[in-house]
């Protein structure tokens, strides 16, 4: 016996074939919902529509191209601190958050974006799409000595 699988999304039939059937979805036609099927057999009979839990339509991936780091460059003395600004492109990205390193965490850490001089010297600081770990921007934080003052 063969079966008839007709897929609905609210009233609206979106699909309907041979059971089992696949059916791909356009995420912009069809972003999310609940989706209901019935069976229909060959003399016409049809089920009562059940639920299909398993259906998941998906948003496409949009990739990160590029992150960003503002300033480039900073100079700070030890024990204080500086802000860096991240920028994704394209800003519609899946996820636009980034991971934050330093190449020497003696010299400066890092925390959201946040730099504490630790010591002096040069450190890179990364941050890293959370979206593929591979696009990256940097920029270099000099940290300094604070002047000695005499008092």
Same mark, same amino acid.
């Given at each position: 016996?063969?079966?008839?699988?007709?897929? =609905?999304?609210?009233?609206?039939?979106?699909? +309907?074939?041979?059971? &089992? %059937?696949?059916?791909?979805?356009?995420?912009?036609? =069809?972003?999310?919902?609940?989706? !209901?099927? $019935? %069976?229909?057999?060959?003399?016409? /009979?049809?089920? $009562?529509?059940?639920?299909?839990?398993? /259906?998941?339509?998906?948003?496409?991936?949009?990739?990160?191209? !590029? @992150?960003?780091?503002?300033? $480039?460059?900073?100079?700070?003395? @030890?024990?204080?601190?500086?802000?860096?600004? +991240? *920028?994704?492109? &394209?800003?519609?990205?899946?996820?636009?958050?980034?991971?934050?390193? +330093?190449?020497?965490? *003696?010299?400066?850490?890092?925390?959201?974006?946040?730099?504490?001089?630790? +010591?002096?010297? @040069?450190?890179? #600081?990364?941050?890293?799409?959370?979206?593929?770990?591979?696009?990256?921007?940097?920029?270099? /934080?000099?940290? #300094? $000595?604070?002047?000695?003052?005499?008092?």
């Amino acid at each position: 016996m063969t079966e008839t699988l007709n897929i =609905y999304r609210d009233d609206e039939q979106i699909a +309907s074939g041979i059971s &089992p %059937l696949h059916v791909k979805l356009d995420p912009a036609t =069809y972003p999310a919902g609940t989706f !209901k099927g $019935e %069976l229909v057999d060959d003399s016409g /009979v049809k089920t $009562e529509r059940f639920d299909f839990p398993e /259906v998941v339509v998906s948003a496409p991936i949009i990739a990160v191209t !590029k @992150v960003t780091l503002t300033p $480039e460059t900073a100079s700070i003395e @030890v024990g204080n601190t500086t802000k860096l600004a +991240s *920028a994704i492109e &394209p800003t519609n990205a899946t996820d636009t958050g980034v991971n934050w390193s +330093s190449s020497d965490t *003696a010299v400066a850490t890092v925390s959201g974006g946040t730099v504490t001089g630790k +010591s002096a010297g @040069v450190s890179t #600081i990364t941050a890293m799409s959370k979206l593929d770990g591979k696009i990256t921007g940097t920029a270099q /934080v000099t940290v #300094i $000595e604070p002047p000695v003052t005499e008092g």
